[in-house]
């Protein structure tokens, strides 16, 4: 008899009741880590720079929690006077559809530059505002969303493109800026070394010995061996006029480190939301820079991930939450002592919690699955028995039947009356296409 344990699953549908899934579908540019390549404040009344930051939280029932950091181009602490006195460091909180904005006083007689990171508990919006102001009187207005860090960054550009840089490192890094004309011939090439956490600004026009004097075409920016990330934001000057350019930093690969938190935070609120008996409160997130391929829990309530793992699945922002969300369910047992939803198997007890908690996130529920099959693939142990991946006390099961008690718990899940609702909510959204037969179909239409 195949799959046994499906039947004794405990599907515990009252812990899907108190949370709503919608509120978890954030904006595509919201994000727990982000990051400002450039701000500018004071300078003398010919040439007055304010910046302002701001922020909105998309979720109706969660606070957001933020720290924003403000670092100068040496990399060191900037206290900026962000209304509330000369800080490096600004904690705030913006209200569930809540915004915040943190403008600058423009308190230094010379411009001062460097850039700023901001770190939130739950994926919010942020924007940089960027305001010109001569003798006192507005002149321009620039705006740039946050963005990640990237390996590779290519924008629209002409001599007097402006180009920001900055190193998320505690270890210097170099990045390379190779130009290419109207036709995509390069046409120069500059290195740029920073420091740990320094940022540069600059015209490509202070560099007339590397870029030529009518230089129009586009740059690459590219960080040498070995490959890191940097920040990066361009801004197009033409004849005195400035606009925004669009983020160029590729979306993958990218930045593994931001993409693991992200994940982690969303999974840790709608765990949390979902069971606030359990106090998840104290969990800890290691992500270990290793060759193996593996992601576990551990007693003290730490889950550990691996960089080889967030680079096999982090293309799949629902498969690497799924691998998170796993691990927080073990936690959860830890916590509790109790298995919730299966109580012969924690890895299926694991894979139960960790897909609700996936779903309550706003992630797709069936990329356990995905994540599952890379791991099969990876390691060549595409045969039933074999797979030992991240299994505590030797459960015994394997990659399939993990995937197939998932669909089991999917199928029970949406089917009960209490989980209905939100199961549509999602599928309507995400799967409207979906045959009806399966978890996650739209209902027959009634005749
Ligand atoms: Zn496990």
């Given amino acids: 008899m195949p799959h046994y344990w499906i039947t004794r699953t405990i599907i515990v549908v009252s812990l899907l009741l108190p949370f709503r899934i919608l509120a978890q579908l954030e904006p595509d540019s919201a994000q727990v880590n982000l990051y400002f390549p450039q701000l500018a404040d004071g300078g003398n009344p010919a040439q007055t720079w304010q910046t302002s930051f701001v922020f909105t939280n998309s979720s109706t029932t969660l606070p957001a929690l933020c720290l924003l950091s403000t670092?100068?181009?040496?990399?060191?602490?900037?206290?900026?006077?962000?209304?509330?006195?000369?800080?490096?460091?600004?904690?705030?909180?913006?209200?569930?559809?809540?915004?915040?904005?943190?403008?600058?006083?423009?308190?230094?007689r010379s411009t001062v530059t460097g850039w700023a990171y901001a770190a939130c508990n739950i994926p919010?919006?942020?924007?940089?505002?960027?305001?010109?102001?001569?003798?006192?009187?507005?002149?321009?207005?620039?705006?740039?969303?946050?963005?990640?860090?990237?390996?590779?960054?290519?924008?629209a550009a002409n001599r007097s493109l402006g180009v920001a840089l900055v190193n998320v490192y505690s270890v210097p890094i170099t990045i390379n800026l190779q130009a290419f004309d109207?036709?995509?011939?390069?046409?120069?090439?500059?290195?740029?070394?920073?420091?740990?956490?320094?940022?540069?600004?600059?015209n490509l026009s202070s560099f007339s010995d590397s870029f030529p004097r009518d230089f129009e075409g586009t740059v690459v920016l590219r960080s040498s061996e070995p490959p890191a990330v940097f920040s990066a934001w361009t801004l197009n000057a033409e004849r005195g006029l400035l606009s925004s350019l669009p983020s160029g930093g590729v979306s993958w690969p990218g930045g593994h480190i931001d993409k693991i938190w992200q994940a982690y935070r969303k999974i840790l609120a709608a765990a949390s939301q979902i069971n606030p008996t359990v106090d998840l409160s104290s969990t800890r997130l290691d992500i270990q820079s290793s060759p193996v391929i593996n992601a576990w829990a551990t007693r003290?309530?730490?889950?550990?991930?691996?960089?080889?793992?967030?680079?096999?699945?982090?293309?799949?922002?629902?498969?690497?939450a799924s691998?998170?969300?796993?691990?927080?369910?073990?936690?959860?047992?830890?916590?509790?002592?109790?298995?919730?939803?299966?109580?012969?198997?924690?890895?299926?007890?694991?894979?139960?919690?960790?897909?609700?908690?996936?779903?309550?996130?706003?992630?797709?529920?069936?990329?356990?699955?995905?994540?599952?099959?890379?791991?099969?693939?990876?390691?060549?142990?595409?045969?039933?028995?074999?797979?030992?991946?991240?299994?505590?006390?030797?459960?015994?099961?394997?990659?399939?039947?993990?995937?197939?008690a998932l669909f089991a718990t999917l199928q029970q899940a949406c089917s009960s009356p209490a989980a209905q609702s939100i199961c549509a909510q999602y599928r309507n959204l995400v799967h409207p296409s979906f045959p009806p037969s399966i978890p996650l179909a739209l209902p027959k239409p009634n005749n």
């Fill in 182 to 202: 109207t036709d995509g011939n390069q046409v120069g090439s500059r290195d740029f070394t920073l420091c740990a956490l320094c940022h540069t600004s600059f």
């Fill in 323 to 404: 691998v998170i969300a796993h691990e927080l369910g073990h936690i959860a047992w830890f916590k509790t002592g109790q298995l919730l939803y299966n109580p012969a198997n924690p890895e299926l007890d694991a894979d139960a919690a960790g897909m609700i908690s996936s779903l309550a996130a706003g992630y797709d529920p069936y990329a356990s699955a995905g994540a599952m099959g890379k791991l099969m693939m990876i390691t060549n142990r595409t045969d039933l028995f074999s797979q030992a991946f991240d299994n505590l006390n030797d459960p015994h099961t394997s990659f399939s039947n993990r995937m197939g």
């Fill in 124 to 155: 919010v919006q942020g924007t940089v505002l960027f305001r010109q102001i001569t003798n006192g009187v507005p002149q321009v207005e620039i705006s740039a969303p946050a963005s990640l860090p990237s390996p590779i960054y290519r924008s």
């Fill in 300 to 320: 003290d309530g730490t889950i550990h991930i691996t960089l080889a793992l967030a680079e096999l699945i982090a293309d799949s922002p629902s498969e690497l």
């Fill in 71 to 108: 670092f100068n181009d040496s990399g060191g602490p900037l206290a900026l006077d962000l209304g509330t006195g000369l800080q490096s460091r600004q904690s705030f909180t913006i209200p569930p559809l809540g915004r915040k904005t943190l403008r600058s006083l423009m308190a230094s």
